[in-house]
């Protein structure tokens, strides 16, 4: 199976989580959501998540390579962990969350855990 990898080029910045899985190497983007954007994406009606495009966020995600996305369902310690699918910036669904002005488009590719 092959990891789809995110990677917008631009500026660098030490926020990676590097984890050894399997002997793989993993770069995973932490994001915490609400309960409703979580259980979204758990039952598969969201496959993307929104970032607005502010400094905070373009040092987290440009410059970076994501092999992974984790999920935390608000601060608890529920997650899921899915394959980075590639990031983009552009207009999202209103329904999903996204603002009405250009964002971070997160996309995701398979779970990995359950």
């Not at 039952?43 to 970076?64: A, C, D, M, Q």
């Amino acid at each position: 199976m092959n990891v789809l990898t995110a990677f917008i080029s631009l500026s660098t910045d030490k926020v990676q989580l590097i984890i050894r899985k399997r002997g793989k190497e993993m770069t995973i983007l932490n994001l915490v959501l609400t309960h409703k954007w979580y259980d979204m994406i758990e039952s598969g009606l969201k496959t993307e998540e929104y970032r607005e495009i502010r400094p905070f966020w373009h040092n987290r995600i440009v410059g970076k390579e994501y092999t992974h996305v984790c999920f935390h369902r608000g601060y608890t310690k529920t997650t899921m962990l899915f394959e980075m699918g590639g990031i983009t910036m552009g207009k999202g669904k209103s329904e999903w969350g996204a603002p009405d002005k250009p964002v971070f488009i997160i996309k995701l590719g398979e779970r990995v855990e359950k």
